[in-house]
């Protein structure tokens, strides 16, 4: 049985006071059933590690560099994130693909950086609108996949997010018969991929998740959790969301 994830990120937006909605979303949303993960900007890791340490919210980095230490001003490595406390890294979010050309081999690279730190690695992937339009959405995403999955990769260590890029940050959602179609599709892949460990590996959805359809997202079959952006900002949103994945089916 796949342990449902929460996953907040909240891209470059927070400050110290910000923390106060991750630390409600600790005492004012406990959901033993499931894993429920922020994100904050890496200027906050520490901070929310120290005002979380011991409660059910984990924190994660955004990024991290693929190598552990060097002349990379600006970087954070994945050492360095776990040394904060992180748990967890998100790599290759369709922001980061785009605006610093980051491919598939660079995600995979970044994975296995967040491997060999002990780190969960969430590695993201997803469609543009014209890849959908031109019916490119499966063979788009299953290059992706075995891009951007690392040798070593386990169900343990690693988290697929299926993030349409059309759907990040935009209120549009894809129907719940396409998150399915793509959802399966992805659980096939990772068989082919990783036969022992494929029906392990948690299938987030990711893109446009509010507490108003999040119930539905969570009843599509293979749709083991989310990863929320704007919704995880606010502390009754992101809270609305973790309720309504706790109360879906198990995966
Ligand atoms: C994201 O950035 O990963 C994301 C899904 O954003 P939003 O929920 O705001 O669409």
Known sequence: MRRKL???NWKM???AADLAEAEAVARDHPRPGC???ICPPATL???AVDRLSGGPVA???QDCHKTEKG???GDVSAAMLA???ATHVIVGHSERRADHGETDADVAAKATAAHAAGLIAIICLGETEAQRDAGETLAVVAAQLAGSLPEGATAANTVIAYE???AIGTGRTPTLEQIAEVHTALRERLRALLPSEADGVRLLYGGSVKPGNAAEIFAVADVDGALVGGASLKAADFGAIIAALDGAPAA
């Open 59 to 61: 924190v994660g980095g």
């Open 71 to 73: 002349a990379h001003t």
């Open 6 to 8: 929460a996953a907040g």
């Open 164 to 166: 349409p890029v059309w």
């Open 45 to 47: 890791v520490a901070r």
């Open 83 to 85: 040394d904060a406390g």
């Open 13 to 15: 937006h927070g400050l």
């Open 35 to 37: 894993d429920v993960l």
